[in-house]
Nanobody, 124 residues
Framework: QVQLVESGGGLVQAGGSLRLSCAASGRTFSIYAMGWLRQAPGKEREFVAAIRWSGGTTYYADSVKGRFTISRDNAKNTVYLQMNSLKPEDTAVYYC?????????????????WGQGTQVTVSS
């Protein structure tokens, strides 16, 4: 089992920045990749960014490329999402997720562990 706890959400004005953190515990040695996904009101959950635990290859949705940066601290078993130049359309609940097997990081169905989510609200 892997447990994930997100933090760092909140309310920010358009153009501002936030950093989300996701701390993993449990069988962290089994993690293959971790990702950030989001769900806005009335919309389906969508991929935001992901990082392979070994090697650090990163993946981004086109909508956040150049504005968001995903990173990891293996020693702390923590993944971060630095979000800059935030837009109102970034408003959503952001979820951290982990895959313990080989996966296609952009595919939500590939993740088998999920955090509880943290709200990000961007005001215009």
């Amino acid at each position: 089992q892997v447990q994930l706890v997100e933090s760092g959400g909140g309310l920010v004005q358009a153009g501002g920045s936030l950093r989300l953190s996701c701390a993993a515990s449990g069988r962290t040695f089994s993690i293959y990749a971790m990702g950030w996904l989001r769900q806005a009101p009335g919309k389906e959950r969508e991929f935001v960014a992901a990082i392979r635990w070994s090697g650090g290859t990163t993946y981004y949705a086109d909508s956040v490329k150049g504005r968001f940066t995903i990173s990891r601290d293996n020693a702390k078993n923590t993944v971060y999402l630095q979000m800059n130049s935030l837009k109102p359309e970034d408003t959503a609940v952001y979820y951290c997720a982990a895959s313990t097997g080989w996966c296609r990081p952009r595919d939500l169905g590939e993740y088998n562990y999920w955090g509880q989510g943290t709200q990000v609200t961007v005001s215009s």
